[in-house]
């Protein structure tokens, strides 16, 4: 007796949920913050971000060490990535 207790509650609510899910409209994914799915009304401005050369990745312009080198930028997420850098153009071979 009461295991058909049991399973008339489990197949009421995968029924529940089916009924659910098939009546429920469509929603967006949810992203995490930061992930490029803020609103287009977010009072945060989007930072410009900079390309690492040597990582390659883009970081946040404010957080980039800069370095020129005959007249053109050159943006490093780290010490380390600049220094990389600099050993390639001084000693390129």
Do not use: W
């Not at 799915?37 to 957080?63: Q, R």
């Amino acid at each position: 007796m009461i295991l058909k207790i049991i399973f008339l509650a489990v197949a009421l609510y995968g029924a529940y949920r089916l009924i659910k899910v098939i009546t429920e409209p469509e929603k967006e994914p949810r992203r995490p913050q930061g992930m490029g799915g803020g609103n287009a009304n977010s009072s945060m401005p989007e930072e410009e971000t900079v390309y690492d050369e040597v990582c390659l990745k883009y970081i946040p312009k404010s957080l980039a060490l800069e370095y020129e080198h005959m007249g053109k930028k050159y943006y490093f997420c780290s010490g380390e990535c600049r220094q990389k850098f600099l050993d390639t153009i001084n000693n390129p071979y």
